[in-house]
């Protein structure tokens, strides 16, 4: 799918947070808990955290200049997942042990959140606001940490 070139850095940021949801769903037992707990560390440090401040302070504020967010389910949905995901980086970061059940959970989490955004969200805004307010937020979003775009 075309992405609106002002959207394409949180759709880079999407690609890695789907390779990273990937490796946690698959986690198992007998993987290693630091290096896990490392890749979950990294990738939210360096992407994650501000992805979402991100789509939150400047992407659903212009939406909002153009639609109805209020009645909007989605972007309700949207909302409770950042603060599901956030809720998941804080227990995973308090576990002084392995527990694959919540790698997994955080892994299906933000896929199907990634997805969501990806096919449903990103579509609404692309065909709500105009293409020049656009591309007055381009460039207001990190640089991924992975590909530097």
Same mark, same amino acid.
């Given at each position: 799918m075309?992405?609106? &070139?002002? =959207?394409? %850095?949180l759709s880079? /940021?999407?690609?890695?947070g789907l390779v990273?949801?990937q @490796?946690?769903q *698959?986690?198992e037992?007998? #993987? *290693?808990?630091?290096?896990?707990? @490392?890749?979950?560390? #990294?990738?939210?440090e360096? #992407? $994650?955290?501000? /992805?979402? +401040?991100?789509?939150?302070?400047?992407?659903?504020?212009?939406?909002?200049?153009?639609? @109805? !967010?209020?009645?909007?389910?989605?972007?309700? *949905?949207?909302?409770?997942?950042?603060?599901?995901?956030r $809720?998941? !980086?804080? @227990?995973? +970061?308090?576990l002084e042990?392995?527990?694959y059940k919540?790698?997994?959970?955080? $892994? &299906?989490?933000? /896929?199907?959140?990634? +997805?969501?955004?990806?096919?449903?969200?990103? %579509?609404? !805004?692309?065909?709500?606001?105009?293409d020049?307010? =656009?591309?007055?937020?381009?460039g207001?979003? /990190?640089?991924?940490?992975?590909?530097?775009?």
């Amino acid at each position: 799918m075309k992405r609106h &070139e002002a =959207l394409v %850095p949180l759709s880079h /940021h999407h690609h890695h947070g789907l390779v990273l949801a990937q @490796k946690l769903q *698959k986690t198992e037992e007998k #993987d *290693k808990f630091r290096e896990i707990m @490392k890749d979950i560390e #990294d990738f939210w440090e360096n #992407d $994650g955290e501000a /992805h979402f +401040r991100e789509e939150e302070e400047i992407l659903l504020p212009l939406y909002a200049c153009y639609a @109805k !967010i209020e009645e909007d389910e989605d972007i309700e *949905k949207m909302l409770i997942d950042h603060t599901v995901i956030r $809720g998941l !980086i804080v @227990k995973l +970061r308090k576990l002084e042990r392995f527990d694959y059940k919540v790698f997994q959970e955080l $892994g &299906e989490k933000l /896929h199907d959140h990634i +997805r969501m955004e990806e096919r449903v969200i990103f %579509p609404k !805004i692309e065909s709500a606001v105009p293409d020049k307010e =656009l591309y007055k937020v381009e460039g207001k979003f /990190h640089i991924d940490s992975y590909s530097g775009k």
